[in-house]
């Protein structure tokens, strides 16, 4: 099978999971703080291990760092400006879960295109950078969709509503990844350098603004930071590989 059909099939079904297991049953909070840890050092492996490296191939120290700090810049301004679940099932401030479901879809489907969008910076080096960009986002995105389908399901008692909603977030991934590796086939390698540059910083921001403050301090046993070892770890077996 074609590695970009691996690809958006694996990005699409991580809020599907996620949000079949959030009607069913929610799994226990130690779980999803590892998880949720695992996935920040999977995201920070491949942001620092193979991102920032690639993006100074293609361009330059000077246009990566520009590339960090305009992603970095993204990812803030979509937080503030749109309606938000974090990953273990906190509101932001001012926010309610008893918003309508399309007010929900939009927030977090704004939230997830630019994530489908660096899922297809790989697609440029033809390495397997975004086959672990998208193993990443999808850890990340499981907890989220849990966290968007089981208030909904609590709230309406709807099963199938709530899953139905919660799923349809997995398809803004799809299309920012398709517009993404558009872009890429006709833009210029400096271009490239800073879009490469603005995932690393964009996936930078998801861990220090979510993952990282979701779970850590959370288990008694230091789990969580074993399990943020251990997705390093990860990265650095895949690109072994």
Known sequence: M?????????????????SLIGVLKKPSDKFMYDMLSFAAGVMLGIS?????PESIEFSSSWICIAGIIIGSI????VDRILPHIH???????????????????????????????AIAVGTVSKSKTSLIVALAIAIHNIPEGICTSAPYYHCTRNRLKSFLVS???????IIGFMIAKYLYSI?????????????????????????IPSSAGKTDNHSTVFALII???????????
């Not at 799923?167 to 991934?173: D, E, L, N, Q, R």
């Open 187 to 211: 833009i210029s390698l400096q271009f490239v350098g800073l879009l490469v540059g603005a995932t690393a910083g964009l996936m930078i921001y998801i861990c220090a603004d979510e993952l």
């Open 87 to 117: 990953p273990d099932c906190s509101q932001e401030a001012g926010r309610n879960l008893n918003k309508t479901a399309i007010y929900l879809i939009a927030g977090i489907g704004l939230h997830n295109l630019p994530e489908g969008m």
């Open 74 to 77: 993204v990812m803030y301004v």
């Open 2 to 18: 074609d590695e970009t059909i691996i690809i958006l099939i694996l990005s699409a079904l991580a809020p599907v999971l996620g």
């Open 167 to 173: 799923s349809a977030t997995a398809i803004p991934i």
């Open 48 to 52: 620092f291990l193979e991102l920032i």
């Open 231 to 241: 997705g390093v770890i990860f990265v650095v077996l895949l690109g072994a590989i």
